[in-house]
């Protein structure tokens, strides 16, 4: 039997607040396989995002394990997190967060230069051209449209094709013309790389797309 990509056993999540802990996950046990595109849904609040977060090692599990590609990311520190997401784990986020100061060109090859990958700057140069921005790789992110960013950031992420693809609300700042380009680009580079996707949105017509939906509600599978 192939081993999950993602392998999640009871993981917990308990954050300090203004008034004491507060429990953000609680026990959740989930799969996801090679090359599925997992949905997960819920009201705002439900842990949808920092679920997506202790997957690609971003947060650290209170509790629990947490098994990406095989390898335990609860027992890992920072610096070892750091070097398991590199190349093997790309995310985008619902406000693009690119570097201002940086070309979108730039900001695509950065991830790819601190890897240590000899051809970032060709690379990350043809990964514009596959959203479209083959025109813009000069451009700075504020003389870009929210659209724009937004492929930026989707071309940096599968640019040192990550086994892992993260997105959490891809669409949330777009108008509706934009936000159905960045899905349908999405799921394409998806295809095309092979990639396992896991997908958190508030979108019906997104977590349609996906091989399987999960509905998290109090930090809980529902």
Known sequence: MTEPVLSLTDVRLTLDGNAGPVEILRGITLNVNKGETLGLTGPSGSGKSSLLMLMGGL????????AALGQDLTAMDEDRLARFRRGTVGVVF????LIPTMTALENVALPMELAGTADAVDRARAELADVGLA???DHYPAQLSGGEQQRVALARAIAPHPAILLADEPTGNLDSANGAV???LLFALRDRRGATL???THAPELATRCDRVIRLADGRLA
């Open 135 to 137: 025109h813009r790789h």
């Open 94 to 97: 619902q406000s693009f967060h």
């Open 198 to 200: 896991v997908l958190v």
């Open 59 to 66: 947060e650290q599990a209170t509790s629990g394990r947490i």
């Open 182 to 184: 960045i899905m349908d």
